[in-house]
């Protein structure tokens, strides 16, 4: 699969038409590549999200990108992994939809090139070998599904992440 390349990078350095940022339902902030991401972006990009006003855990939200590289932020909530037996399907299933809502919310604003990190697999954590295989299958169904989509761009933090999503490509 062509269209999905896998790189070490941190994502505000990425020239892409979007990134996608892994936020909270406030929108308002955080740690790990949230506030790497507003740090990059500048108070713009805060001002733009206070007015949204918020976003349910697995839908997205677009803003501008302001002072980084890319046109477009997507802001999406992932799943907080609990590890409780019997939730395990609602998060996948969360986690599945952050990456279907963002996918077709850039797509709708003319976004064709897109980079993703990996979503919940930091403060959330979410197991990063299960988080992968979801991501990668998301990814190419909605690839197949948008041949005009030209590129996916998984961009992984640390080696571990890395070769997750390595494995999961193959
Ligand atoms: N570029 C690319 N990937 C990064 C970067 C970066 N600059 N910084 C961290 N990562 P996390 P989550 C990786 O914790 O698990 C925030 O506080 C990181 O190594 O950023 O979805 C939000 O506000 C990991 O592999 O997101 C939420 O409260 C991946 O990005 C909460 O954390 C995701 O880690 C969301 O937690």
Redesign the pocket.
């Known amino acids: 699969m062509g269209k999905i390349s896998l790189i070490k990078?941190?994502?505000?350095k990425v020239h892409a038409d979007a990134i996608v940022n892994?936020?909270?339902s406030t929108l308002l902030?955080?740690?790990?590549?949230?506030?790497?991401?507003h740090r990059a972006a500048g108070p713009g990009l805060l001002r733009e999200c206070k007015r949204i006003g918020g976003c349910p855990t697995s839908e997205a939200r677009i803003t501008g990108g302001y002072n980084l590289p890319a046109k477009f932020v997507i802001h999406t909530v992932?799943p907080a992994w609990r590890g409780r037996a019997g939730d395990e399907d609602r998060e996948d299933a969360l986690l599945a939809g952050c990456y279907r809502n963002s996918l077709a919310l850039a797509y709708e604003n003319g976004v064709r090139t897109i980079a993703f990190?990996?979503?919940?697999?930091?403060?959330?954590?979410?197991p990063?070998e299960r988080a992968s295989k979801i991501a990668v299958k998301e990814i190419r169904e909605f690839l197949e599904a948008h041949p005009k989509m030209e590129k996916v761009i998984i961009?992984?933090?640390?080696d571990e992440?890395f070769r997750a999503y390595e494995e999961a490509l193959k």
């Not at 990190?117 to 979410?126: D, L, M, N, Q, V």
């Not at 961009?155 to 640390?158: D, L």
């Open positions: 990078e941190d994502i505000t892994a936020a909270n902030g955080g740690g790990g590549v949230d506030g790497a991401i992932g990190p990996s979503i919940s697999t930091g403060a959330y954590r979410f990063v961009v992984c933090f640390g992440v």
